[in-house]
């Protein structure tokens, strides 16, 4: 009998995880190593949520609490909805996890059967194909293009959607393009799905406060209120509040849904972090000032990078709405030879020659299953993103035919 489950032949580790650690192995081993692979804010944790931990320890705050959460983050998370999203709903429709990923994963969990679809826009996050495999759903990636700034149309959505469509997985602004979809644009997907009354949505909003340019983020359930019974808005606090290690995601939906995916978490991890609990209240009730501060340093870092990185042969870089990743095509360098002597036939090897001839990592475009592409995330300083950049040109720049 074989260890492994045949479920886990199915997927694959994360390749983000993946080049991080490249990157740090390479750098351990005393090499001069950029790594803009790294799916999180350089900022610190703002100090007033710090302090709540702090005090939260303090008054002893150290026990199991509720599986899906305490009262108080649950009241703060409808608070939020409200206020920002014009989403009406109470305590028992939140679910609290372990990062927005343990809250997609739970959904997933909880719904899918063998033969259910689930249609994911390409470029996509990485993890959303393999938690529908594992989860035992079929993943149905529907292709935006670079035409659209890598948005999915309305007929390519409905192009994907079968009569075994249980989801479909929105992502604005994305990662790995930075791609915000305006009112607009989403409300012409929501028209598709009022075509199709037995898809349900799972509206990933992880990026809902970095948005840039006056960019106005908006949510499936808010732009088409009819969606509102089958659908799932999901978010956390890991990007726009700098708290990717507290591991807290939140969800709100139909009660139903909510009390699945409690069973799910209720018999995999049970509650998440109590202290991170008391701090993910302070997140979302404190000041957020930081935010707009934060945004200011990363739009002038997206344009730094656009600029260097569409002054690169080869290289074309679209302007995203949001999140800090920008998605550029390496069309141009398809079939080119490296200084180094790589030829470079697609993405990944691309991203290899990269790394070994410049130290620069960079995630390649096929892991978020759009090619031939790259993904730069800016979340580090200015002076590490125009030593990167310059070393991609000079890399670009020193290939020949
Ligand atoms: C689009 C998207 N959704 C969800 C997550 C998960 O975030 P968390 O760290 O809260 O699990 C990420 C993290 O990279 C993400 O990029």
Redesign the pocket.
Known sequence: MKLLSDTLDRVKPSP?IAVTNKAQELKAAGHDVIGLGA??PDFDTPQHIKDAAVVAIAMGKTKYTAVDGIKELKEAVCAKFKRDNKLSYEPNQVSV????????YNALMATLNEGDEVVIPAPY?V??PDMVLLAGGTPVIAQASVQTNYKLTADQLEAAITPNTKWFIF?SP???TGAGYTWDELKELTDVLMRHPHVWVMS?D??EFLAYDGFKFCTPAEVEPRLYDRTLT?N????AYA??GW???YAAGPVELIAAMRKVQSQSTSNPCTISQWAAVEALNGQHDFIADNNEIFVRRRNLVVDMLNAAEGISCPVPEG?FYVYPSISGVIGKTSAGGTKIENDEIFANALLEETGVAVVFGAAFGLSPNFRVSYATSDEALKEACARIQTFCASMTD
């Open positions: 983000t799916g999180e996890s372990s990062g927005g990923k343990q809250i997609l996050w993890s959303y992502n994305s990662n790995p990933d992880m990026y999901t956390g606090v890991s990007k708290m990717t591991r807290i995601g999140a």
